[in-house]
């Protein structure tokens, strides 16, 4: 039984309002003014229905004690302005006296349900934060000092364009950009573009596409769209599209125009809320290659001029690995319910040395194998796979280069050598050591010129 506070000075209505509340089965409790009413615990109830004219003060002043609790304001004249009033001050809903009966319990249902919808949709943000957190490949790593920039430069302008390599974690940048945007409460959807213009523009555009890019018969969607499609669903928020060059150069056009000047008359009943929707592009090419290749139309590419950044591989930032390694093992951790994983010197090295072709998703990949086939918590060389290839002075399974190698024999090494032993070992100068570890920033956190 959903529990109502009602808030009226007036007695005859108090009681003629707790009667009509109770047959239609709720608990209902009253109070004559704001403060009977903060003399209850606000968050104990499901809904408050208060008079906006009370004595003393005005029945807006419980929205924000009651937050999120529900407020549905009574006002005693039907006016544009004392309804406004009440829903700027974050009035659910309001209804005007005399009211109907049945319009009463309308307006108490509906607002129920949509703060039922808002719960629901706060504990299933809170769940995907908690299961996926934005932070988890972004902040603390090497992309911090990037995102730094991006989001700075994002205050400016409303586009942004990554590229990077696949694995690099261009995504989680752009949930990051969202996060920590002015928008950041508002809807993040994610789509991939195809070639097909005509499933493109149903996407984009949803029921509403112009004429030129109409949707075939038989195109089927396996999930609901607004009339809008992505566009409207986004707006006040942020939509990213995966690979935007191979959109094809029409839906390019619709889109730049939707998301500049807002959508045009020909896309029929759409709003020109459009406008307010920050879109991120990601993609393996620099924008600039795809120019030159004629895969995006100079409108819709000049959005992101002075906003496109790359987001390194992770054989560019290999100080990272550490924080992933960690992070992910816990994430492991909490997900299974296991105690706590622990990696070994030689193993932490081999992956500190290796190329990682695949990036941050090889390494996911790696660890995620070593965790699921060790039979300790320790993982070692041979639960990652890498005894054979990254073992000192063995190269079996694939040849390792003079970087990968490099890199490789000074992190294992450098502890326990100095930077003598380290380029007698290696064959080379201490100048060209130094030189090469200044070219991978290897450097140590500080390295005694006269340590032999």
Known sequence: MKRLLVVEDEDVILKALKRLLERNHYEVHCAGSVQEALAYKLHSFDLILADIRLPGELGTTLIAPADPIPVVIMTSHASVRSAVDAMR??????????????????????????????????????????????????????????????????????????????????????????????????????????????????????????????IKPSTKLNFDLPNGGYLQAAQNGTLVIRNPELLALEAQQLLYKAVVVGIPVSLGNMSNGTKHVQLICISENELQSSIDANRLIPEFSDLFAGCEFEVPPLRKRPDDIDTLVKRHLLRLE???????????????????????????????????????????????????????????GTHEGRDLNLDEYFRYFVIRNQAKLSETELASRLGISRKALWERRQKMQLLRDRIDDNAD
């Open 334 to 392: 909490q997900r299974y319910g296991w105690s706590k994983f622990k990696i070994n010197d030689d193993a932490m090295a081999a992956l500190r040395a290796n190329a990682w072709l695949g990036n941050v998703a090889e390494l996911e990949s790696v660890l995620n194998h070593a965790v699921f086939t060790c039979r300790t918590q320790t993982l070692s060389l041979n639960d990652l796979g890498l005894s054979s290839e990254m073992a000192e």
């Open 89 to 214: 001050h974050g009035a659910i809903d309001y209804i005007a006296k005399p009211f109907d009966h049945d319009e009463l319990l309308i307006v108490i249902q509906r607002s129920l349900q949509q703060n039922l919808m808002h719960a629901q949709n706060r504990a299933l943000k809170l769940d995907v934060h908690r299961q996926h957190p934005l932070e988890h490949y972004v902040y603390d790593t090497g992309l911090s000092s990037i995102l730094e920039r991006i989001t700075h430069e994002s205050l400016k302008q409303r586009f942004v364009y990554l590229h990077g390599e696949r694995g690099t974690e261009r995504e989680s940048v752009a949930k990051a950009i969202h996060s920590l945007g002015t928008d950041s409460e508002g809807p993040l959807l994610v789509l991939d573009a195809s070639e097909d213009h005509h499933e493109m523009a149903t996407l984009l555009f949803g029921t509403t596409a112009p004429s030129d890019l109409a």
